[in-house]
């Protein structure tokens, strides 16, 4: 079994506890003051497992399973897990840092690892089509453009409840890992941008 499935799954089933068992959600979530007081520092992890609602697990997880697999086969199994684990990490750092005294701050979710995943992808197919809604192609380096973009607006307008940021952190590792730790990718990226026709 793809280990992608694999935490597709497992994100799946703790959500699912979380909204039955609300103790459990507030153990998971980010909330920058038990890290700062009780050294939870597995919560830098956790927030990654549960989601606010179905939509939110459903939108994250679906994307997670056509994009991790990518990353998937470029690290393999264990490489998959590492990168997923430290996309987590490094996409949430910046929002914890900022918060880090702010005992109304909570966080959740898996988009920032997703984020990752999404746009290791766009390094290794930059012209290849994503399907918006299923119907709407856009070249994976103009949805690149259009998000980066989008998220930047978002999160200095700050009037949702998206952690925006953590989005982007999230899509700067997923690239910058695979730039650096894929053998020849940097002169692949380059090399297909250069040639959308192929």
Known sequence: MPMTLIVVAITVVVSYLAWQKPTLMSRLILWP????????????????????DGMHLFFNMFTLYFFGRVVE????????????????????LPTYLSHRNDSSYRSLGASGAVSACL??????????????????????????????????????????????????????????AVLVAVPGAPAHFLRVLAHPGG
Do not use: C
């Not at 003051?33 to 606010?52: C, E, K, M, T």
């Not at 690149?144 to 952690?163: C, E, F, K």
């Open 33 to 52: 003051p038990a890290i700062n007081r009780s050294r939870q520092y597995d919560r830098l992890v956790s927030y990654g497992f549960v989601h606010a």
């Open 119 to 176: 746009f290791a992808f766009i390094v290794v197919a930059p012209w290849d089509k994503i399907y918006l809604y299923g119907a709407l192609g856009i070249p994976a380096i103009i949805y690149a453009v259009l998000y980066v973009a989008y998220s930047i607006w978002m999160d200095r307008r700050g009037q949702d409840n998206v952690n925006h940021s953590a989005h982007l952190w999230g899509a700067a590792f997923g690239m910058l």
């Open 73 to 92: 086969q470029l690290f393999g199994a264990l490489g998959f897990v590492a990168f997923y684990l430290a996309a987590l990490v490094v996409s949430i």
